[in-house]
Structure formats: C-alpha cells, structure tokens
C-alpha cells in the first residue's frame, strides 16, 4: 500500500480507540485499562473496595423499586461509560445492557448497582482479551436464554458469543421482542438470533478471505425442535450446525443472567477474559 498511496508506517498498533494492544509471539491482548481508572475517578470510587461480581445473583431489577430517584444525568454517563467499555469486557456485558434498561427514571437501587459494577471492574482493571495464536480459525458460536427474566414485562434475554480459534470477537446480551411463552420458545428466539449473526459473520469473513466451508457450530444447552423455518432453513443449507453443549461448558449464559462468583469466573475465562499479567508468552514483538 505504501507504493500506491502517501502514508506513514506506524510500527506495531499498540493503541486505538482508547483500547490499549499488546503484541507477544504468541497472541494479542487488548483490554481499555486507562478507561475504567478515569471512570473510576469521576465516581468517587478509585479507592473503593472491590467485589467478585457485577452483580448479586440473588438480586433481581425493577422499574418500581421503593427507592428514591436517582440523578438521571449522572446515571446515563455512568451505564454509558460501562456500555462502551464492553468493547473489551464481555464479562459486563450483562449487567450494562441491565442497567440500560432502566435509563429513564432511575432509581438509588439501580445507582447503587451501577456502582457495584464499577467496585467489580476495580479488582480487574487489568483484565481484557487474549488472542492465541496459532489456533485453528473455525467460527463457534454459544447461544443461551433464561426465561421471563425481566421483572417489569416478563420478558426473557438472550445472549450469544462468538470465537474464531480463541477469545471471543463477537457476543451480545438482548432483552427479546416479544413474551416467550415457554422455555423453549424463549430458547428458539435465543437460537435465532444467534443464527442471524453467524450468518452476518460468516459472509465478512469470506470478505477477509477466510471462507467457513463447514457449517458454524452453534452450542446450545437446549435441544431445538428442527421444524421451525428459519433455523431449519439454515441447517438444510449447510449454514449452522446444532450442537448439544454441557451446561456447564455454556459460555453464553454468562450474558443471560447474574451467576455466584465461581460459575461467573469460570464463565470468564471460557471467554478469554484475563488479566494481562497472565498472558502466554513474556517476549513483545
């Protein structure tokens, strides 16, 4: 490129966006480290106490809580600060998009939350994605729903994550459309929409010249009946694949629901969510 067009080599990328790059010989790490620290500091929380979780298992959300209103303009910058940090923190991505829910007439309940969630990213400022290399480039997706989870309409959530050879690249967490009127029902609409986005992928990858000619593993903890249109549809053209996964081996359940502190740091490291100091490799390049 640099004999067609007028540039400047750069060197290595070691920032971008606020995200900070670290290169070894054997993966990338990328993780926004600066970010939570200013965060943290616009808080009043730089000194605060850390804890092991985003969120309290036990603890459910609602609009009507009992509590007093909160700052409306201090809560959005906060779940918006927590929201864009999710670039790199798939391990909040549950409790940001929770938290935004509740964006118009927040209560201290749901700033006491955001907090907490700000006292979690505390004791992992240092966390973000590993990227090995060297593993085989297959696309594997994990999708995951629970049922009714939300308090107000009960409705149910569904998450989905992504990896290409390790860590994951692409994952979401999204309160569903319409009132599953079962758990299976709720578990197809999860598949779908997970469905939707390995299709997306699989057509920018073969743009980045790494055609999926197989059929995209798709892990579910549910079996799905194979009579509804679109997911059948896609596993007749070679699209998906269908795959039983072991509880617990799911990884996208950690986008459905608040979990105790070993299921939820278990989940996490599925994910390749770590900190930097426990990269493999100790040579940067």
């Given at each position: ?5 007028e540039m400047t080599d750069l060197d290595l990328l070691y920032h971008f966006l606020g995200m900070e790059v670290i290169q070894t010989e054997n993966c990338i790490f990328i993780n926004q480290k600066k970010y939570p620290l200013t965060l943290l500091s616009k808080s009043g929380l730089k000194q605060c106490k850390p804890v092991g979780t ?232």
């Amino acid at each position: 490129m640099m004999r067609r067009y007028e540039m400047t080599d750069l060197d290595l990328l070691y920032h971008f966006l606020g995200m900070e790059v670290i290169q070894t010989e054997n993966c990338i790490f990328i993780n926004q480290k600066k970010y939570p620290l200013t965060l943290l500091s616009k808080s009043g929380l730089k000194q605060c106490k850390p804890v092991g979780t985003p969120l309290v298992a036990s603890e459910k959300l609602c609009k009507d809580d009992g509590s007093e209103p909160a700052d409306e303009n201090e809560y959005r910058q906060m779940v918006g600060s927590l929201l864009y940090l999710t670039a790199t923190r798939p391990d909040i991505m549950f409790a940001a998009s929770l938290l935004a829910r509740f964006m118009h007439c927040p209560t201290k309940k749901h700033y006491g939350t955001a907090k907490r969630v700000l006292r979690y990213i505390q004791g992992t400022i240092d966390f973000g994605i590993e990227y090995q290399k060297g593993k085989e480039a297959i696309l594997i997706g994990y999708c995951d729903s629970d049922w009714s989870g939300s308090q107000n309409d009960m409705r149910s959530t569904s998450g989905y994550a992504f990896s290409f050879g390790s860590g994951a690249f692409s994952w979401a967490s999204v309160k569903q459309h319409s009132v599953a009127l079962s758990k299976a029902e709720a578990e197809y609409v999860g598949a779908s929409e997970a469905t939707t986005q390995a299709i997306w992928l699989r057509f920018a990858l073969e743009d980045f010249g790494e055609l999926q000619t197989e059929a995209t593993p798709l892990m579910k903890t549910k079996h799905i009946n194979r009579r509804y249109h679109f997911i059948r549809d896609a596993l007749q053209d070679g699209v998906v694949d269908l795959r039983y996964c072991k509880s617990e081996e799911q990884v996208a359940e950690i986008f459905t629901k608040a979990l105790p502190k070993d299921r939820f740091n278990y989940l996490r490291g599925l994910l390749d969510v770590k900190p930097v100091n426990n990269l493999e490799g100790s040579v940067e390049v």
